[in-house]
């Protein structure tokens, strides 16, 4: 049977994807996971393929002995092949998201990450921390966070994990 797969997608895949892929990773392991389930992570532009994620996402996200890394990439239209569930930070990439897949069934693996977390209530948009200091993407961090959390357990009663 395939593993379970996650891509975690924003604008340009240097702040929030990043880090909310390093969270799940860092959850993954936690729980003894870390084979069991495939994760990636893209933006919905090419505005910054090929860099590693920003500076400022690493440092905060090492300070809670989390590793972002990897090199960004743009999500395409045969990502929907290859991962279950397709989860944006916010609903102007999920729009992006829905443009770009071909039919329902690619449409239905698309999820917004606060869409897992019980405290998100109306606030369903990770915000972009990219032009703000630190505080923002310790923001950001949070929420992946609390959203990834969520996401595990879902993902756990979907494949039995």
């Known amino acids: 049977m395939a593993r379970p ?6 604008l340009g895949n240097i702040c929030r994807s990043p880090t909310a892929e390093g969270v799940f990773r860092h959850l993954l392991a936690d729980a003894g996971l870390e084979e069991a389930v495939v994760v990636a992570s893209a933006g919905t532009s ?34 929907f ?25 690619a449409e239905a693996r698309i999820h ?23 505080d923002g993407f310790q923001t950001v961090l949070a929420i992946c966070e609390r959203g990834c959390a969520g ?3 879902a993902m756990r009663e979907r494949h039995d994990l």
Do not use: K
């Open 5 to 10: 797969s996650v891509c975690f997608v924003c």
């Open 46 to 79: 090419a505005f910054h393929v090929g860099e590693r994620p920003d500076e400022r996402s690493r440092t905060v996200a090492e300070w809670r002995g989390i590793t972002v890394d990897g090199a960004a990439r743009q999500f395409v239209a045969g990502d």
């Open 81 to 105: 092949t290859r991962f279950d569930w397709v989860v944006a930070m916010d609903r102007s990439n999920a729009a992006n998201l829905q443009r770009l897949a071909p039919d329902a069934a």
């Open 112 to 134: 917004l990450l606060r869409s897992f977390a019980p405290d998100a209530g109306d606030a369903l948009d990770v915000p972009a921390p990219y032009y703000g200091g630190s």
């Open 151 to 153: 996401l595990l357990r």
